[in-house]
């Protein structure tokens, strides 16, 4: 009996043995995983690269993301142990070992050892003194994704890039086609970005303001071990340039008047965290090459987009351009000018993938100005004498920038719209059809009497005759001529009603004469000469040798009486006379027989034209009057 009730007993154990194990069983299905406390839970995360949990976290929602398993992240939301305390260009540091492994692709977004982020590969582990060495090389996209299909477009602010609605709509090359009503009135509203202009860089001036604002697009497909990858900049602006420039010889000058680098835009695809960094600027800028000064401007408004789009497929760099440029034209003024002037403003962005690889992107309007031009008061020509060809033209430079291959191994770095581009506006202005005799016009009025010398014709002989004009306002004070034997064989002098004098002297020898009075001047280029020496008529003498000729201006700085004055006394006078160009520098003469024989020249005996004033100083109109006087003189063009 009691055998049996001890059998009874066994069994009754054995029995609920099994049943334990098989409810055991059953909740060790339906949880596989024990709980963990909250720090160990953080230390499993941060730790992944060492467990198998990673696949599952690589794994996202999204079917067109699909991140392969060896990819470990790094944000700023992890513990900073867990974080690089030093980021070189090929190795990271950290305080603990990280538990990366050999071919483990590191992507980490805005981190402070690294806030553009990155995307490497691990290629060896160490420990060292400061911590754990860890050696990287650079990695691509294709490293970091099996699958993605990624399209974002952002608003770019000072404060920020706010996200567009258009992600799934548009295409990098759809960028500006099928915007909302809404969406469309809101951008146009105002823009983004202003600028007011006043900055001077010899010898230019500038002034106006600009006003823009600007999206970025990022496309990023991958599939099959292939990458597309493309960026777009599309910007609206509205600018108004003026810009002045007076100057002897060419010139280049650039000056930024807006610049900053703006927040870096940062968003996960999957669990990757995407960095793009941007970095804005607005230049202004001129080149040109004049002989006096030109003041222009010009206003205009863009829309474009534009950009790059790059296939692995094909290795090849593709633009993005499209859009539209608009101005009415550019304004000009001056007192005289002879040359080109180019005046330009220009947008520029930088955005690229983890600071790495993107776009360096320059879109503007330049305005040119060239020919020559005039002031003038003649009735029928609108204030201006000359001709100009105007003209208004995009002005758009860009590169696929490579510092790091980061989108693909094979893409390189790539010029963009390397190209000039049509002018959006131009003109072909001129005073009239005869705009060169335009410019001979000057404020004495028409060119008048044309004066020939007389004295072959008086005497009937061989004799070299001269020409120069007579302006409206001058007469003739003076209109004698001798014969061969005479010390001055013809002179002419012609003044206007204040005594200024213009005069002509072909003599037989110097004049010679005594004279204690010595002179000081330094002779400098007042203009050119019309005068072109050859062989004088009836001779075979070759007066070429005298060289150049020119308008000098001469101003008379010192003078001194010989034998009384132990230096020269300080004076301050002018004349002005036509003789070679190698005459000038600081001269010292003898001031004989009126300053005839000091600036006259053999052809082949002394001629000398001659321009002085009562007092020594001429008026600004008189001196332009007596320029163009001299600069007439030439061997006479007889039928």
């Not at 696949?55 to 944000?75: F, G, H, L, Q, R």
């Not at 206007?496 to 010679?512: I, K």
Request: with cysteine; glycine share 8%.
């Amino acid at each position: 009996m009691k055998k049996w009730i001890r059998a009874v007993l066994a069994g009754t154990i054995i029995l609920a043995l099994i049943l334990f194990g098989i409810f055991a069983a059953q909740n060790t299905q339906k949880s596989t995983k024990p709980e963990q406390n909250p720090e160990e839970q953080n230390t499993s995360v941060s730790e992944n690269s060492t467990s198998d949990e990673n696949t599952a976290e690589n794994s996202t929602d999204d079917p067109d993301i699909i991140v392969k398993d060896n990819v470990k992240v790094i944000t700023n939301e992890m513990k900073s142990e867990d974080q690089p305390t030093e980021v070189s260009d090929n190795s990271l540091t950290f305080e603990k070992d990280p538990g990366y492994q050999t071919g483990d692709v590191l992507v980490a977004g805005e981190i402070s050892a690294a806030p553009s982020g990155f995307i490497r590969k691990v290629v060896q582990k160490e420990k060292t003194n400061q911590g754990y060495r860890v050696e990287t090389e650079p990695a691509t996209l294709l490293d970091v994704f099996e699958k993605a299909h990624i399209i974002k477009q952002f608003r770019l602010t000072e404060d920020g890039a706010s996200e567009t609605g258009n992600n799934s709509a548009y295409t990098i090359k759809r960028l500006s086609e099928d915007e909302s009503e809404e969406e469309t009135e809101k951008e146009n509203s105002d823009y983004d970005y202003s600028v007011s202009i006043n900055v001077e860089e010899e010898p230019v001036q500038f002034s106006g303001e600009a006003g823009w604002g600007c999206w970025l697009e990022l496309q990023i497909d991958i599939k099959d071990g292939e990458v597309q990858c493309g960026i777009a900049v599309r910007s609206k602006a509205g600018i108004a340039l003026e810009c002045g420039a007076n100057s002897e010889k060419e010139f280049e000058k650039e000056k930024t008047v807006y610049e900053r680098k703006l927040p870096n835009i940062e968003f996960n695809a999957g669990i990757v965290p995407i960095v793009i960094t941007n970095h804005l600027e607005a230049v202004v800028g001129a080149a040109g090459s004049l002989e006096g000064g030109i003041h222009s401007s010009y206003g205009a408004t863009a829309d474009s987009t534009l950009g790059f789009q790059y296939d692995s497929r094909t290795g090849k760099v593709e633009e993005v351009k499209e859009g539209n440029l608009n101005s009415d034209g550019l304004e000009w003024s001056t007192v005289e000018v002879n040359g080109s002037l180019e005046a330009y403003i220009d947008i520029r962005l930088s955005a690229k993938l983890y600071d790495s690889a993107g776009l360096n992107l320059s879109g503007g309007a330049v305005g040119k100005a060239e020919g020559q031009a005039k002031v003038s008061m003649k009735d029928d020509l609108g204030g201006y004498a000359g001709s100009l060809e105007l003209s208004i033209s995009p002005r758009i430079k860009g590169k696929a920038v490579v510092d790091i291959p980061v989108i693909d191994k094979k893409m390189h770095e790539t010029d963009l719209f390397d190209r000039t581009f049509d002018p959006i506006w131009s003109k072909h202005w001129e005073s009239s059809a005869d705009w060169q005799k335009d410019m001979e016009w000057t404020e004495t009025g028409e060119q008048g009497d044309i004066y020939v010398t007389r004295y072959g014709e008086v005497n009937q002989c061989d004799s070299t005759a001269f020409q120069f004009e007579i302006p409206k306002g001058w007469e003739i004070q003076t209109e004698e001529v001798g014969g061969p034997m005479d010390a001055v064989r013809e002179n002419v002098v012609l003044t206007n009603d204040r005594g200024v004098t213009v005069s002509f002297w072909y003599c037989q020898g110097a004049l010679g004469g005594y004279s204690r009075d010595m002179l000081k001047a330094q002779v400098s280029q007042a203009d050119t000469s019309n005068f072109v020496p050859g062989y004088p008529w009836g001779t075979d003498r070759d007066c070429s040798d005298l060289g150049e000729f020119m308008v000098a201006r001469v101003h008379i700085t010192g003078e001194m009486m010989a034998g009384i004055d132990d230096d020269y006394v300080p004076v301050d006078s002018t004349l002005f006379a036509v003789i070679p160009t190698s005459r000038l520098g600081e001269i010292e003469f003898a001031g004989q027989a009126g300053d005839v024989d000091e600036f006259s020249f053999d052809y082949p005996t002394p001629v000398a034209f001659i321009a002085e004033a009562p007092d020594g100083t001429f008026t600004e109109k008189e001196e332009e009057q007596v320029i163009r006087i001299l600069k007439s003189f030439k061997v006479a063009e007889l039928d």
